[in-house]
Each structure stands twice: as structure tokens, then as C-alpha cells.
């Protein structure tokens, strides 16, 4: 399962060996103890990929053998290409930006994709460090 979680000033995305199924159920659980209430929802998220990575072609072009009803590639500009993935969205408020979306890919797409977020992250730090 991937998840991805959004924040007022970032996202983040990681792999998890646990369902969506447990995931939420364990969630569930805890609302209920804590008596917290939240929305859940099926919907789409995404995150964005520097266009400049290495075998990023690959990726797009395995994805959409893969899983191409769970996941799309859509290139904004010259420089990101924006991931959307089809999942379950949790989040406080029914029309909150902070919350986490989960979503299910078989395995191998899952660690390919946390790789690549990896990588374009440190790609960006890299980016930002530089003398102009």
C-alpha cells in the first residue's frame, strides 16, 4: 500500500506491507477509541516527479502496462510530471487539502514509485543548494 501525506507545507509518500483493508480498519478502530471522527472517501491524489530523472520513461511506460486504471502520468511543464493515483482519501474535514490518501499497486510498482519520489526529492534539495 502506498501512502501519501499531505500537510499544510509538504507532502510524503511511503510503502506500507499493510492492506488498505487493515489500514482502514485499524484507523476505524482508533477513531472509534478516540472518539474522533474523520472522512473517508474514495478519490484521486497526487505527487509530482522531476522530468529529469533517469528511466522515468520506463516508469510511465510500465505503470500503464501494470496498473493503468489505478495510476496516470500527465507532464505540466518541461521540468514535473505529475503522478495521480486512484485511492482512498482520509482526511478531518470532507473538503480539507491536509489528510492522507492511500492507495494499493502490485508490490514492484509500489517500490518503483516510492524510488522515483525518493530520488526527485533529493534531485530538488540538490537543485535548491546550488550557486546561481
Known amino acids: 500500500m502506498l501512502k501519501i501525506t499531505y500537510s499544510e ?32 472517501e474514495k478519490s484521486y491524489g497526487a505527487f ?9 520513461a520506463q516508469l510511465i511506460a510500465a505503470s500503464q ?4 486504471r489505478e495510476i496516470s502520468f500527465s507532464t ?12 482512498y482519501w482520509i ?3 470532507p ?9 494499493e499497486l502490485p508490490t514492484r510498482l509500489e517500490i518503483l514509485l516510492v524510488r522515483f519520489w525518493q530520488a526527485s526529492q533529493t534531485q530538488a ?4 543548494t546550488q550557486w546561481p
Open 91 to 93: 482526511a478531518e474535514h
Open 76 to 87: 505540466g511543464d518541461e521540468e514535473m510530471v505529475e503522478v495521480s493515483l486512484q485511492g
Open 9 to 40: 507545507s509538504s507532502l510524503h509518500l511511503e510503502r506500507s506491507a499493510q492492506t488498505i483493508a487493515a489500514f482502514l480498519s485499524q484507523r476505524t478502530q482508533l477513531s472509534w477509541q478516540m472518539q474522533y471522527a474523520f472522512t473517508l
Open 95 to 103: 473538503h480539507s487539502a491536509e489528510g492522507v490518501l492511500v492507495a
Open 125 to 128: 534539495v540538490a537543485k535548491s
Open 65 to 68: 502496462q501494470i496498473a493503468p
Open 48 to 56: 509530482l516527479l522531476s522530468a529529469h530523472l533517469p528511466h522515468l
